[in-house]
């Protein structure tokens, strides 16, 4: 009390001196309680999670600015570390005479670091686990056991509302001909009974059953012993069963699930078998730390930002075809014409993987706002691509509610929908939009929650750039962050 303006300013600046200053000391000091514990031999998670408070706590400090290429590389190694072949089943396998059992039943959340992983185009959200029914819901595509097998193992399977369903073995790949491996075949007929289906190759064993009443759930085992291939279904009370004579498989091959009707749900799964964890450090456990470290460099790659004021107009090139124009105010803010068609492009066209992040008010609720990746079009091509976007429209009123979210491409002057959902957005809202590209990856947050996770390749390298669609849409806090 009684202090003027100036002293006020002194002692904010002063404040500000001090707090800097400890920012700096504590950042030191956990580059230090890192250091410290890698020379004692401390586990990686430790180690991580001291680099990790460093990162999350204090990027904005000199110490850190100085030291973040150390940092990197240091915190890289210690995330990889913590990758063993234990922690690629992430369930703790069940071992008895060196057979060691895998089994999940979908009511922890942390399994789905483990199942599903999903192949190539299929997403991981197209097989969600319900861990709060203890469920995985098929809702389309495939799924596969992480790492292949090989020799005797039994695959046990528990579902419910099942009509079809499909177990392969021995799959070179999870995407291969099933004529490549072992298929167990089942499915409900019209009248009531069940068929099962063993096959390997051109070798097919079925049996039709007309007493098979399902009642609840259904069991499936496909067991693959040195001399026998057999499979069951069990329902009510009741056992059926098909066989084959067959060998288990020489070399490793991954147990693939596919086959499942929309409404299916697999409540259950096993695997045993005879894990080769020599091979599996070699194969996997190397591959998954290489990734993990290439992940790790990633997220501290820093942003770099693509419009800051007005002058930064002038490194995007800007096209309307009905004469709209953007308006790009001092603070970085740009904004579209309303009712017209605007787009504004920057960037190199060579660039494949990065990550584009911008905030978004998306204006009149009958149009959209775009970002645009991977934008190789041409002068004159306007809207016709080709490239990715991820488009925003506003719902009514003033909650939002039926407004869309798509991530889509052009091809050929053609516009295709690859994901659509809903959110809850108002044309005057300003939201965050952040869309990840890594080789055919294709991750896009919206509003801190993801929306889609895919994989396609149909456009490899192009610009990025920001479109408006009749709805005066505007942007800012634009930036890019490049692979390195």
């Not at 000199?62 to 030291?67: C, I, K, L, P, Q």
């Amino acid at each position: 009390q009684g202090a003027d303006a100036d002293q006020i300013e002194l002692y904010q600046r002063q404040l500000a001196l001090l707090q800097r200053g400890r920012g700096e000391i504590e950042a030191e000091n956990l580059f230090i309680r890192a250091a410290e514990l890698e020379e004692a031999g401390g586990h990686p998670e430790q180690i991580a999670r001291v680099l990790w408070e460093l990162v999350d706590h204090y990027a904005d400090t000199r110490f850190y600015a100085e030291r973040i290429d150390e940092v990197r590389e240091r915190l890289a190694e210690a995330e990889a570390g913590r990758i063993s072949v234990d922690t690629l089943l992430a369930v703790p396998p069940d071992t008895t005479d060196g057979r060691s059992t895998v089994q999940y039943d979908f009511s922890d959340a942390a399994q789905r670091r483990d199942w599903p992983t999903v192949w190539e185009r299929a997403s991981v959200g197209q097989w969600p686990i319900r861990p709060r029914y203890g469920e995985l819901a098929a809702e389309s595509g495939l799924v596969y056991f992480k790492v292949p097998i090989q020799g005797p193992q039994r695959i046990a399977l528990r579902v419910k509302d099942a009509r079809t369903v499909a177990i392969r073995a021995g799959m070179p790949t999870p995407t291969a001909s099933p004529r490549t491996g072992i298929e167990f075949r089942w499915r409900r007929l019209p009248d009531g009974g069940a068929r099962l289906e063993l096959a390997r190759g051109d070798e097919v064993e079925s049996v039709d059953v007309d007493d098979f009443r399902i009642i609840g759930s259904v069991d499936l085992m496909l067991d693959i012993s040195p001399t026998r291939l057999a499979a069951s279904a069990s329902s009510g009370g009741r056992t059926h069963r098909v066989a084959l004579s067959g060998n288990a498989p020489e070399e490793p091959g991954y147990v693939v699930l596919d086959g499942f009707n929309r409404t299916a749900r697999l409540t259950a799964a096993g695997i045993t078998c005879t894990f080769d964890r020599e091979r599996l450090e070699r194969e996997f456990v190397e591959e998954l730390r290489a990734q993990t470290r290439d992940e790790v460099r990633w997220r501290l790659t820093r942003y770099r930002p693509l419009l800051e004021d007005e002058d930064a107009g002038e490194n995007w090139r800007q096209e309307s075809p009905d004469g709209g124009e953007w308006e790009i105010s001092p603070e970085g803010v740009t904004r579209a014409a309303p009712r017209t068609t605007c787009l504004m492009t920057t960037g190199d066209p060579n660039w494949t993987d990065y990550e584009f992040v911008a905030d978004v008010r998306t204006g009149r609720a009958s149009g959209w706002a775009r970002l645009l990746l991977r934008w190789s079009a041409v002068p004159g091509d306007g809207i016709r691509g080709p490239g990715y976007y991820v488009a925003l429209q506003a719902g009514e009123g003033a909650s939002g509610a039926g407004g869309k979210v798509v991530l889509g491409h052009v091809r050929d002057g053609t516009d295709r929908t690859l994901r659509e959902t809903s959110i809850n957005l108002t044309a005057a809202e300003w939201v965050q939009v952040r869309a990840e590209l890594r080789g055919s990856h294709i991750r896009v947050i919206v509003g801190g929650q993801e929306v889609f996770n895919i994989n396609d390749s149909t456009h490899e390298a192009g610009n990025v750039g920001l479109a408006s669609f009749r709805a005066g849409a505007s942007f800012r806090g634009v930036k890019i962050k490049l692979d390195e």
